[in-house]
């Protein structure tokens, strides 16, 4: 929800900022700071996910099952957490349907 909010109020300054510029002759300089400002918000939650989400190298390693079982809230679907000792990373595996 918070990201939807954002994402809109970055485009929202983007639109502003081109009222501000076709409405007021002399505005030109807050007509770039809400520009500057609505993309720099809006690309910073674009990119958000992609930069911080972990990489996982299922290849390498010995992973191993823990007895971890959860029904994931967004899919509704059992989720086993399964751990590499040797990088300590924590992989999340989709095991089918929940009972």
């Known amino acids: 929800m918070l990201r ?3 994402l809109g109020t970055g485009l929202l300054l983007m639109a502003l900022a081109a ?4 409405v007021v ?5 807050a007509a770039i ?8 918000l809006s690309a910073g939650v674009a990119l958000e996910r992609w930069r911080y989400r972990p990489s996982i190298d299922r290849s390498h390693g010995s ?3 823990t007895a971890e079982r959860f029904v994931d809230p967004a899919t509704g679907r ?3 957490v399964r751990f590499n000792p040797e990088t ?6 989709d095991v089918g349907k929940s009972s």
Not at 19 to 22: G, H
Not at 25 to 29: F, R, S
Request: charged share 10%; aromatic share 12%.
């Open 19 to 22: 009222v501000v510029l076709a």
């Open 63 to 65: 992973w191993q099952s």
């Open 88 to 93: 300590g990373q924590r992989d999340y595996v």
């Open 78 to 80: 059992l989720t086993e």
């Open 4 to 6: 939807r909010w954002l």
């Open 25 to 29: 002759p002399g505005a030109i300089g």
């Open 33 to 40: 700071w809400l520009l500057v400002a609505g993309v720099v």
